[in-house]
């Protein structure tokens, strides 16, 4: 169990930095990922792929409004009639608990990322991580 909390704080090192050339070819997904998983987002959480998408729609399009994303999204879930309809609301809610879970992990690194002390909106830093990832070198 000890070996496991020590891996955890090794992930939180620093956040954007490209140690090595293989980090430099990452793709979206993958980087998107991988921040989230150093703030402390776990990858099994209902809101994580909601939360990964969004990131990367924010990333191309700066300008859209983040409320429009949980719409857009829930659109494209519900286009499989196999599976339970969804809403935007719900697909915010499941973002909101996985920010409070991480919130909870890692407060330190998403202070350090939002540069603010109190925890983030879902907006604040939905487009903080699109744009830290977009200025990376």
Same mark, same amino acid.
């Given at each position: 169990?000890?070996?496991?909390? +020590?891996? /955890?704080?090794?992930?939180?090192?620093? #956040?954007?930095?490209?140690?090595? /050339?293989?980090?430099?070819? $990452?793709?979206?997904?993958? $980087?998107?990922?991988?921040?989230?998983?150093?703030?402390?987002? +776990?990858?099994? /959480?209902?809101?994580? =792929?909601?939360?990964?998408?969004?990131?990367?729609?924010?990333?191309?399009?700066?300008?859209?409004?983040? /409320?429009?994303?949980?719409?857009?999204?829930? #659109?494209?879930?519900?286009?499989?009639?196999?599976?339970?309809?969804?809403?935007?609301?719900?697909?915010?809610?499941?973002?909101?608990?996985?920010?409070?879970?991480?919130?909870?992990?890692?407060?330190?690194?998403?202070?350090?990322?939002?540069?603010?002390? %109190?925890? =983030?909106? $879902?907006?604040? #830093?939905?487009?903080?991580?699109?744009?830290?990832?977009? %200025?990376?070198?």
């Amino acid at each position: 169990m000890a070996q496991k909390e +020590v891996k /955890s704080k090794k992930v939180r090192g620093k #956040l954007f930095s490209l140690e090595n /050339s293989k980090d430099r070819t $990452l793709s979206q997904d993958e $980087l998107v990922t991988r921040v989230l998983m150093k703030l402390g987002f +776990v990858t099994n /959480s209902k809101g994580f =792929p909601y939360l990964k998408k969004e990131i990367i729609i924010l990333m191309d399009n700066k300008s859209m409004r983040i /409320s429009k994303l949980h719409e857009k999204l829930a #659109l494209e879930e519900n286009k499989d009639v196999s599976k339970k309809q969804i809403e935007g609301k719900d697909i915010e809610r499941w973002i909101k608990t996985s920010i409070n879970n991480a919130w909870k992990k890692n407060k330190e690194g998403i202070r350090k990322l939002t540069g603010e002390e %109190k925890k =983030p909106t $879902l907006e604040r #830093l939905i487009s903080e991580i699109a744009e830290k990832i977009n %200025k990376r070198p």
